[in-house]
């Protein structure tokens, strides 16, 4: 089947080795384009075309920070990381995630750039290779990780980043900040995905349920064991083992756990035969384990040994601009009754300024509550339950700036009437009266 040369910028010859490069480059799966020093696309590959082009519109010739990024500055200038400037700096490769304009919306893209040098040394070229991130959506998604502000990319870019290796993976994070869903994307993103994932939620169980869970048990090894039963390690055979809320383990089981880790060998409960596993290990905690080792709650050889690549995932505190987002996925999730759900504009400003100590998970609990509130189908500040909203003291707003109506910031502010006159710098009387002319006092 023949193939459609690479478009060649005119305007700007390329070096007999820049030349040779875009010809190979033809063959490549991967997308690809080729740069020049000042950020001109010199050349695009064919697989770049169909996963990134836009119909007719030119893509060689144009700024790469502009055709990807719609931006008129370059990254960094525009707030964000610049693999040609990093490159260059380091006279080397570079790797990032960005959020790219394409085709299909917003995507996370996995962008590696590599100077190209000439005989005298001087960088001639880069070549930049991308790859779009399945794991995780920059649009509202029905499934799986949602996000796009910077402090959930550099989760996703750690993530990525270990998901090939076989490194042990620490996940820290606040309850509900989606540990179980980035342990996912660590599998699914390792040679191990077609293999199974098994969580073990290590939370509430005792030293001999646990012990038997994990392992399992021979028939007639404790009363009630009336069969032989495979265990969860066992089940996780050439897949994933997650163990969710490793600081629960109970001290007796964290040497067993560990030999498991160190040697891949375990027994099940009532057995002297050796069973051998085979697993990559994810696990994930919301407790400062540390403070555990110190204090002699937490094994510290079991620490080193799980904490190999820790990654820390962000509160939702930490990424209100993702709010949004994650709100209207929820609502595609939740979909009572196939009834379509949307959040007024003021509701929306409430909830990104709610502290959420519960995280995502607060966050879907509050709008399932409220949408039983939308009986046509909008989702109002009324709606909403007092979120513990998060202002300076003494900081002083108006009603006109929030863009809501009193009545929307009454029914959200989390405070006394006499706490709501002074954020709004009314004095309480005059409050007390615009309250009462709307029938809320």
Same mark, same amino acid.
């Given at each position: ?199 073990? $939620? ?13 392992? #399992? ?21 050439? #897949? ?53 080792? $110190? ?25 209100? $601009? ?53 009986? $046509? ?65």
């Amino acid at each position: 089947m023949p193939t459609t040369p690479i478009p060649i910028l005119p305007a700007l010859p390329t070096r007999p080795a820049v030349q040779t490069l875009i010809s190979f480059l033809e063959h490549e799966a991967h997308p690809m384009i080729v740069l020049d020093p000042d950020y001109n696309i010199l050349a695009a590959n064919i697989a770049y075309q169909r996963q990134f082009g836009h119909g007719d519109q030119a893509i060689v010739g144009h700024k790469c920070y502009r055709v990807s990024h719609h931006y008129d500055l370059p990254c960094d200038q525009a707030g964000e990381h610049c693999p040609m400037k990093r490159a260059q700096e380091l006279r080397g490769p570079d790797r990032i995630l960005h959020i790219h304009h394409t085709p299909r919306g917003p995507e996370h893209v996995a962008v590696e750039l590599r100077p190209i040098f000439d005989a005298a040394g001087a960088i001639t070229a880069y070549v930049e290779r991308l790859e779009v991130v399945r794991s995780a959506s920059a649009k509202p998604s029905g499934e799986g990780l949602v996000g796009r502000s910077a402090p959930f990319n550099q989760a996703l870019a750690a993530m990525r980043r270990v998901a090939p290796s076989m490194l042990p993976v620490l996940l820290l994070g606040e309850s509900g900040t989606g540990k179980e869903l980035f342990a996912r994307a660590v599998h699914e993103n390792s040679e191990r995905e077609a293999g199974p994932f098994v969580v073990v $939620d290590c939370s509430g169980l005792t030293e001999t349920l646990f012990e038997s869970e994990l392992f #399992g048990h021979e028939k007639g090894a404790f009363t009630g064991a009336i069969a032989r039963k495979a265990g969860l390690v066992e089940t996780a055979q050439g #897949g994933t083992l997650f163990l969710d809320e490793i600081g629960d383990v109970p001290l007796a089981m964290q040497v067993k756990l560990l030999r498991l880790i160190e040697s891949g060998t375990y027994r099940r409960v009532g057995s002297v035969e050796t069973q051998y596993a085979n697993f990559r290990l994810v696990a994930a905690t919301h407790k400062p384990l540390e403070a555990m080792v $110190d204090k002699g709650e937490f094994r510290q050889d079991l620490y080193y040994r799980i904490n190999a690549f820790p990654i820390v995932l962000p509160p939702l505190r930490e990424r209100s $601009d993702d709010i949004p987002l994650l709100v209207n996925s929820i609502l595609q999730r939740i979909n009572y009754a196939k009834r379509k759900l949307s959040v007024a504009d003021s509701a929306m400003a409430v909830l990104q300024r709610g502290v959420w100590h519960g995280n995502v998970r607060e966050l879907r609990n509050v709008l399932e509550r409220a949408s039983l509130f939308a009986d $046509d189908g909008v989702i109002r500040a009324e709606h909403l339950p007092a979120l513990g909203q998060a202002r300076p003291v003494g900081k002083r707003i108006s009603v006109q700036e929030t863009g809501t109506t009193l009545a929307e910031l009454h029914a959200s502010f989390h405070g006394t009437r006499k706490e709501l006159a002074a954020t709004l710098g009314l004095s309480e009387r005059t409050l007390y009266r615009k309250l009462r002319e709307l029938g809320l006092d």
